[in-house]
C-alpha cells in the first residue's frame, strides 16, 4: 500500500511535482489545446518543481532536523551516524523525529533529577558532618580554654575536664574512622576477601568482646534455643564481624536494663543464611524504620549522641551486606524490641 509516511524526500518532490506538473499541463492543454505545448510545460513544470522542492525540503528541513540531532546526541558524526544521517534520517517522518526527542528530553530530565537528587544528598552529607565534627570539637575547646583560664590549678575539676576533651576526642577519632570506611565502602574500594568459617562462634566470639558494657545494663546474651547447630557460611569474616559487632552494640545501647540480646541463625535452603539480632529495648517508631539505614540517621539525636553514636554504624552495615550481594531489613516496635536480620551465603553449590 502507498504510505506517505515513509517517503524520502525524492519520492516527495517527485511526487508533488507530479501533481504540479500535471496540473499545469492540464491547464496548457485547455488554454492552448497543443499536445506539443502540453508535453514541454509537463516536463519543464516537473523538472523544476522537483529539483526546486527537494533542494528547500534537503537543505531547509533535513539538514535542520539533521543538525538537531547532532546536537541532541552531541557528538561528532562517526561511520555509523553518517550512514544514519544519509539513510535513515531521511525515512523518517517528523512525527518520528519528534518522537526521538520527546524520548531524548524524558532521558534528560531523569538525568538532571539524579543529578539534583545527589546535590542534594551532598548538602545534607555537608551540613551533618559540619554538625558532628562541631560538637565534639567544641566541647574540646571549650574545656582546653577553661583549663588555661585556672582551671588547670583547681584539682576539684582539672581531671574531670580532660577526661571530658579526651572524651571527645575519642569521639571524633571514631567519627573519622566511619567516615573513612563508609567511603571505602561507596567508593568500591573495599574488597570482599570471603571465608568459609561458623556463623555461631564469630557471634559467641562477639558476644565474649561486648559483655563487660552489656554487664554494666544488666544485659544477657543467648544464642536462640534451637539455633545453637552449628551453621558454616561464605563471607568476609572480618567485615561479618564488624556488622555483628555494629548490630550487637546497637542492642545494648538502645537495649533497656536488665534486657536481653538472642542471635537467632535460620538456615533458609542450600543457599542461604538469615542472621538475626533481637532486642526487647526501646526500638525504632515505623516513621524511622525506612531511614535507619541512612547515614547519620538517628531517632533520637540528643540520646543517641549521648551514648556515642554517629549514626553511620548502620549505614556501614548495609553497604558490608550488600557487597556481599545479600540483603538486611528491619523490623521494630516502639518498647518491645527491634530485629535486625541479613542473609548470608552457605558457599553450597
Ligand atoms: N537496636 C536498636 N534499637 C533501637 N534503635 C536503634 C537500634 N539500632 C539502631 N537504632 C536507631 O538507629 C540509629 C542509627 O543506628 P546506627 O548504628 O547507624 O548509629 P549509632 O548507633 O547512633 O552510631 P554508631 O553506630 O555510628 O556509633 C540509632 O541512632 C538509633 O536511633
Ligand atoms: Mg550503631
Known amino acids: 500500500m502507498f504510505k506517505a509516511k515513509n517517503l524520502s524526500p525524492q519520492k516527495l518532490a517527485g511526487f508533488t511535482a507530479l501533481i504540479i506538473s500535471a496540473v499545469i499541463a492540464l491547464g496548457s492543454l485547455i488554454a492552448d489545446?497543443?499536445?506539443?505545448?502540453?508535453?514541454?510545460?509537463f516536463i519543464l513544470t516537473f523538472l523544476v518543481s522537483y529539483y526546486l522542492?527537494?533542494?528547500?525540503?534537503?537543505?531547509?528541513?533535513?539538514r535542520k532536523i539533521k543538525l538537531i540531532y547532532k546536537f541532541?546526541?552531541?557528538?561528532k558524526a562517526s561511520k555509523r551516524e553518517e550512514?544514519?544521517?544519509k539513510n535513515i534520517l531521511p525515512l523518517k517522518t517528523i512525527e518520528e523525529v519528534s518522537e526521538d526527542v520527546e524520548k531524548w528530553a524524558i532521558q534528560k530530565k531523569e538525568e538532571l533529577d539524579i543529578l539534583r537528587r545527589n546535590e542534594e544528598?551532598?548538602?545534607?552529607?555537608l551540613l551533618n558532618l559540619s554538625h558532628e565534627l562541631k560538637t565534639p570539637i567544641f566541647a574540646v575547646q571549650g574545656y582546653i580554654h577553661t583549663l588555661l583560664d585556672g582551671a588547670i590549678d583547681d584539682p576539684n575539676v582539672n581531671k574531670v575536664f580532660l577526661k571530658n576533651a579526651t572524651k571527645n576526642v575519642d569521639r571524633l577519632c571514631h567519627l573519622l574512622d566511619d567516615l573513612d570506611e563508609i567511603s571505602k565502602l561507596e567508593s568500591g574500594e573495599m574488597t570482599i576477601n570471603k571465608e568459609t568459617f561458623v556463623i555461631q562462634d564469630m557471634i559467641k566470639d562477639i558476644f565474649d568482646t561486648l559483655s563487660l558494657k552489656a554487664n554494666t545494663k544488666g544485659i544477657?546474651?543467648?544464642?536462640?534455643?534451637?539455633?545453637?547447630?552449628?551453621?558454616?557460611?561464605q563471607a568476609d569474616k572480618e567485615k561479618i564481624r564488624q556488622v555483628l559487632m555494629n548490630l550487637v552494640d546497637n542492642s545494648i545501647k538502645y537495649g533497656k536494663n536488665d534486657g536481653h540480646t538472642i542471635a537467632s541463625i535460620y538456615v533458609m535452603d542450600d543457599k542461604q543464611v538469615l542472621v538475626e539480632i533481637s532486642d526487647d529495648g526501646i526500638g525504632i517508631s515505623e516513621e524511622h524504620l525506612p531511614r535507619v539505614f541512612e547515614r547519620f540517621y538517628r531517632t533520637d539525636r540528643a540520646r543517641s549522641r549521648d551514648i556515642g553514636g554517629t549514626g553511620l554504624g548502620l549505614a556501614i552495615v548495609k553497604h558490608i551486606i550488600e557487597a556481599h550481594n545479600q540483603t538486611i531489613n528491619v523490623r521494630s516496635k516502639?518498647?518491645?524490641?527491634?530485629?535486625?536480620?541479613?542473609?548470608?551465603?552457605?558457599g553450597r553449590e
Do not use: H
Open 334 to 346: 516502639p518498647e518491645i524490641g527491634s530485629t535486625f536480620g541479613f542473609t548470608l551465603d552457605t
Open 121 to 125: 544528598f551532598r548538602k545534607e552529607f
Open 220 to 233: 544477657k546474651f543467648n544464642i536462640k534455643k534451637g539455633c545453637e547447630a552449628p551453621v558454616a557460611v
Open 83 to 85: 550512514f544514519f544521517n
Open 33 to 41: 489545446g497543443s499536445w506539443q505545448v502540453m508535453l514541454t510545460a
Open 72 to 75: 541532541i546526541y552531541q557528538t
Open 53 to 62: 522542492y527537494l533542494y528547500t525540503l534537503q537543505n531547509f528541513i533535513y
